[in-house]
């Protein structure tokens, strides 16, 4: 059966007065329905760019993105968006409470459905009594809860998430992972999240995308094994978590010098179970 | 109370201390052009009686309206096309800035000869003035709608008319308003002038009569009257503002708070 969303030889190359800048160069994956994959990179990588392109919103130069087997080649409905700058995010004239249900109205949904999708979704992000505050009286955070629960609200195939969380301080991103892994584990959503923090993407995400320095292929695929049930204190202390961390920071490193990746991309890959060093 | 007092204070103080300034200037001044402040106040309610407030001031109010709603509507709608197209951006900003160079005044012999010289040639004299600062704000508020916003706006659907009144005019309205606020006192002036010209009733027929008959604490009233109605307006305009502006103040104030 075929992949929810099925990205094949994405290619993005800028161009504009005289300069050929190559964004993205060949870039192959699919996500299936109900995973949560994360995307990690060097900074600078073309995340955003890539993510734009699954999105609908950049027209990529070559190559193709398929949602439910349809071709993107617009915004498509199934898709949700949770943008890196939560402040510009949200509409800053509209309450919270407008701002979840504004994508539901140009949906057409009925003013009950509309009403009960936002409880629900701000209800999930522990905001219910925060529908009528306007989005600048709210922490950075918060406001960033806003933005996912306007994300769920509008109930997507897949959530595409661009470095939700490189704007806050650290303790709200970590409240902000739990959250984002519980809702996943509770609503069974389908999520790509786009990182540059190593240890961000192994603790949240199921499968592991490393990617090289620009132009962006695949330099491996890496499945997490961790267990399903995470949490702050005791998953990040892990070995096996110290194990999948140091696999991808090397990964990393390496595609920030350059050098060729030792697999062959299209293979999902087994980190290999070491002794742990107990000196 | 005590600070509704004082802030109370604060407002009244400096007009006071004008009047009573322009009180002691003019108290024994035997200038028939300048009379004292004294004569002037005893005239005002003999002047503008309820009769007179309906037969001149009421008429200025209902052209400035006109005038300046026209200005608004037009100067918003053009704006919004010119700010939302590069092209015709690229097209229109030559000529724009050619007409807005023009001084409204300079138009009134011409217009007459249109739009002849009842109310029709005063609401357009006054709504051509005013229509450049709507209309060059309301281009640069459309332009400068966030590069993020739009983009959201986008990957959820919201385009079209949705996208217009729910992300570009709100984005826009704080120079949106900006350019109405300055179109206000432009509108003012232009309802005087025009009345200057071929008129029969209005505030600034009225002025220019007393002064031609020497009425000269009867014209001092007159200018009195029109401080008062741009006053009137200048609260009345941000009254509205306070409310429709009411999140962009409130996110300028949080942004100071946490930089």
Redesign the interface.
């Known amino acids: 059966m075929g992949a929810l969303l099925d990205v094949s030889g994405l290619n993005k190359v800028y161009e504009g007065s005289g300069r050929r800048v190559e964004a993205v160069r060949d870039l192959t994956f699919t996500v299936e329905s109900g995973e949560l994959v994360c995307l990690v990179g060097p900074s600078g990588c073309g995340k955003t760019t890539l993510l ?1 392109c699954v ?3 950049l027209a990529p130069t070559a190559g193709q993105v398929t949602l439910s087997g349809r071709p993107v080649s ?2 498509p ?1 199934g ?3 949770v ?1 890196q ?1 939560y402040g ?2 949200l ?4 309450r919270v409470g407008d701002n979840v249900e ?2 539901l ?3 057409g949904l009925s003013k009950s459905r509309r009403g009960e999708l936002v409880d629900d979704a701000l209800r999930s992000v522990g905001l219910a009594d925060a529908a009528g505050a ?1 989005p ?2 709210l922490s950075g955070g918060m406001q960033q809860r806003v933005a996912i629960a ?1 994300a769920l609200a ?1 109930e997507p195939e897949i959530l595409l998430m661009d470095e939700p969380f490189a704007a806050v301080d650290a303790q709200t991103r970590a409240d902000l992972e739990d959250l984002v892994r519980g809702l996943w584990r509770e609503r069974g959503i389908t999520i790509l999240f786009v990182t540059h923090d190593i240890d961000e993407a192994v603790y949240l995400g199921e499968r592991v995308l490393v990617l090289s320095g620009s132009p962006t292929v695949v330099r491996e695929r890496l499945r997490i094994d961790l267990p399903a049930e995470r949490d702050q204190l005791h998953t990040r202390v892990a070995p096996r978590f110290a194990e999948l961390r140091t696999h991808v920071y090397e990964q990393i490193q390496a595609a920030k010098r350059g050098t060729p990746a030792p697999e062959p991309s299209d293979r999902i890959v087994d980190v290999e179970d070491r002794p742990v060093d107990k000196s | 109370m005590t600070r509704f007092l004082l802030r109370l204070a604060f407002v009244v103080a400096l007009p006071l201390f004008l009047l009573g300034l322009w009180w002691l200037a003019s108290d024994d001044s035997t200038n028939p052009f300048w009379p004292p402040l004294r004569t002037i106040l005893t005239t005002f309610p003999d002047v503008w009686t309820s009769e007179r407030l309906r037969a001149d001031v009421l008429p200025s109010v209902l052209r400035l309206s006109a005038g300046y709603a026209v200005a608004a509507v037009a100067g918003v709608a053009v704006g919004t096309v010119i700010g939302s197209y590069r092209r015709v951006r690229a097209l229109c900003e030559p000529v724009l800035e050619f007409l807005r160079a023009i001084p409204a005044p300079v138009l009134i012999p011409v217009i007459m000869l249109f739009a002849g010289i009842g109310d029709t040639m005063k609401i357009t004299v006054i709504a051509s003035g005013c229509v450049w600062p709507i209309l060059l704000n309301t281009v640069e508020g459309v332009r400068a709608v ?1 590069p ?2 739009a ?2 706006a ?6 079209g008319a ?1 996208r217009l009144r ?2 570009v005019l ?2 826009a ?1 704080p120079q949106i308003f900006a350019g109405l606020r300055q179109a206000l006192s432009i509108a003012i002036i232009l309802m005087v002038i025009s009345e200057m010209f071929a008129a029969s009733n209005g505030l600034g027929f009225t002025i220019v009569q007393f002064q031609r008959g020497f009425a000269v604490p009867d014209m001092w009233t007159g200018i009195l009257v029109l401080g008062l109605l741009g006053f009137a307006l200048s609260v009345v305009f941000q009254l509205v503002e306070r409310r429709v502006l009411g ?2 103040h ?2 300028r104030a ?2 100071r708070r946490s930089p």
């Open positions: 734009k999105g609908g919103l617009g915004p409905p898709m949700a968006f943008f700058e510009r995010s509409f800053p004239w509209m504004l994508p109205k140009q949906k306007y600048w009286q306007r509008y | 966030d993020v916003m983009e959201t986008r990957s959820y659907g919201i385009t949705a729910n992300v709100r984005s309205s999140w962009y409130g996110l949080s942004a």
